[in-house]
Structures are given as C-alpha cells and as structure tokens.
C-alpha cells in the first residue's frame, strides 16, 4: 500500500510539471509570434511561481530556467529594469555560484537602463562577489569587487571603500597577489577617522604587506601624512626632556654632530672644574 502511495505521488509530480511546462511553453510562443493583447512574461511568472512549489532540485532548476527566459525577453525588447528584476528573482533559491552568476548578470541589466542605475548595480555586484567567495570562487569575488570600488569613493561612501579594500586585501593575500594587497592595504591607511587601535591594525597590515612584497625605496602612490609642527606636542622621560640646557650650537645639527660635540661639551666642563 505504501508503494503505490510513493507512485501515486510521483506521477502526480510529474502531471503538475507538465502542466507548469504548458505555461512556460504558451509564454515562448507568445515570444515567438507576438501579439499586441498578449504579455509572454505573464505566462512566465505564472510558471515561475508554479516551478518554485516543485519540491527538489528539479523544481529550482525549471524556475531558474523560466526567468532567465523572461529576462532575456524583456532585455531584447529594452526592458533591462524589468530583465534585472527578474533574473534577482531566480537566485534567491539557487545554490551559490548559480546564484552568482544571476546577481552579476542583474548588474549588468541595470547598467544598461537609461540612465544607468550605478549605485543599485554596485550593490548587486557586491552581493555577487559575497556569492562568489562563498563558492570558494575568489578569483571571481575579486573580479566583482575591482568592478564596484570606482563606484565608491573615499569623500562620499568612506566605510563602505574601506570594506571592499579591506575584503581585496585578504583576498589577494589567499591568492599570493603580494602586489594588490600592498595596493589595498595602502588605501586604508586614510583612517584617521578610525580609533587608535583600528590605525595601528591597518599599519601593521600595511608594513607587513611591504615586507611580502620585498618593496625597497619609495612606494609609488603612497601619500605621508603632513605634520604640522604648530599642534605637536611630544613627551619624554628621559634625559631629552633637558634639552632646553643644550647649547645653541648644538640644536639643529645631525645626529652624529650632535654627539661629538656633546662629548667634547663634557670634556671641557670636567676640565674647567678640574682648573678651578
């Protein structure tokens, strides 16, 4: 008796699919030989909606079928808003890389609307590279986020650049790019913005991104922070906090000046002691 439930439901199944399968093929037709009363992504939708019930992989791989038929319709005809909306539509449900590939292609659909929609394309492309990476996919992760780091600047949107260099750095550190992680790690120096603690990590990164690289003399594209002497203030405890008794011919001289002529200051004191 169990068995023939197990059938029964099976071929259930199999009458649902190959009714969803009318829609799909009645909204193709519509594709194929228009009509001015009919819209073909009606009949899409309405097996996407279908397909997403089919339990399996079965059902997730028809639903993402159907969507990206509608979306490369709606693309053909210059609806690249609707084209991106659908193909977010079918990756909520597929697995990481499937799911990808549909966000970066979202992207791209957005870039193309008139006038293009950046921001949003940014976003689904950082989405992509998450996707991406979560694939193990990192190469690809990379390829996103290289794309949306223009997009942001550092003047306007500073937390979410220092995110994507921060992401870049690591990355490129898994892959062996010594090169772009001292890139990326060089851009996140501009943290003055950040606690004590958060500017000592990104030095320490930064130096030792410096070090795998084997970077000797100046950096190309490194910008030194400008001191202005007016607001310094430096504290010692030692023995230059007693550099006001220093002679004037003694400041401003070199290091190794400085200490000749500290020596043979202290020779004549001893000397002039030792007369009187």
Known sequence: MHSLCCLFAAWLQTLLVSCLHLQEMIGLCSILAPSPS??????LNRAFEHY???RGRQGRMLSTRVMMDAAAYQAAVGRHFAASMSLMRAHFDEEAARAALLLEAAAYALLRCQPPSARKAAFHLVLAGLRYHTAKQKRLAIHCYMQVTPAYSPGTWRHISEHLHDILGKQCVELGD???CLKHCMALLD???RP?????QHLVRFLEAVKAAGVCGPIPGLHLPEVVTDTVLVKFADQRCYQSYTPPALLGSSPMAFAANAAGAAV???SSSSSG
């Open 191 to 193: 943290c003055s913005h």
């Open 196 to 200: 004590p603690a958060a500017q000592g």
């Open 268 to 270: 004549d004191g001893s």
């Open 52 to 54: 997403s019930k089919v």
């Open 38 to 43: 009919g819209d073909p992504v009606k009949y």
């Open 178 to 180: 010594a090169e772009g």
